[in-house]
């Protein structure tokens, strides 16, 4: 049962432009949601977070939006930059539980 | 700056090998964590840890377990390899209800 989920594998954006990545999940006890950001052969760095108590939280280029009605979250990146692609991850938990990741969206931005 | 280290990049063994992946960090969190990456099924949690000697199965437990007598080292042992354990592991490290910090992830080919 995936919990948090991914539903776009992969997605090109042209650089300078907005790239936009979603996130769904079914839990709606999840309070505290987050963005991982992984390139090949690294592990994944923490890009950006979010608590339920909150719609938004915007840190320089990036941004993340919870509909926590509609249990969805967005992350998005502008303007987009060729260090940009990469592997992104959103993460769900509730307070004091462990992360529950979703399968990740590749992101690649086309110079 | 949170620094967590893995013991290797890239591994090769043979089935039914027992193998030894080491996780080490140096910031005194209390939670530890090894997941599995594969593609299109995202991060998966085989086992964690809040605190020395004390651990919890994730959601993918089978075929491992973990050691954990110092804080600051977390070891996941393969008891007898098998190839489809070939995977990327990767390491984090937390404290209490807070991000998590990634190691660099070791590549585990099992032949």
């Known amino acids: 049962d995936q919990q948090v989920k991914q539903n776009s594998p992969s997605l090109s954006v042209q650089e300078g432009r907005i790239s936009i990545l979603n996130c769904d999940y079914t839990n709606s006890m999840f309070d505290y949601f987050l963005w991982y950001k992984k390139y090949p052969a690294e592990g994944p760095t923490f890009l950006i977070s979010i608590s339920s108590i909150k719609d938004k939280n915007e840190d320089g280029r990036f941004t993340v939006f919870l509909n926590k009605s509609a249990k969805h979250l967005s992350l998005h990146i502008v303007p987009s930059q060729p260090g940009d692609s990469a592997v992104y991850f959103c993460a769900a938990s509730q307070i004091n539980e462990k992360l529950t990741f979703g399968t990740g969206t590749r992101l690649t931005i086309i110079p | 700056d949170v620094k967590v280290t893995q013991s290797s990049r890239y591994l090769v063994k043979r089935t039914g090998e027992k193998v030894f992946l080491e996780c080490v960090q140096d910031m005194d969190h209390e939670n530890m964590f090894w997941y599995r990456q594969d593609p299109g099924l995202g991060l998966r949690l085989i086992y964690f840890?809040?605190?020395?000697?004390?651990?919890e199965k994730g959601d993918i437990p089978e075929g491992y377990s973990v050691s954990r007598e110092k804080k600051e080292r977390f070891s996941l042992i393969l008891e007898s390899a098998s190839t489809n354990q070939t995977s990327m592991y990767l390491c984090?490290?937390?404290?209490?209800?807070?991000?998590?910090?990634f190691g660099p992830g070791t590549r585990l080919t099992v032949l």
């Open positions: 984090a490290s937390s404290l209490i209800s807070d991000t998590q910090y």
């Open positions: 840890s809040y605190d020395v000697k004390m651990k």
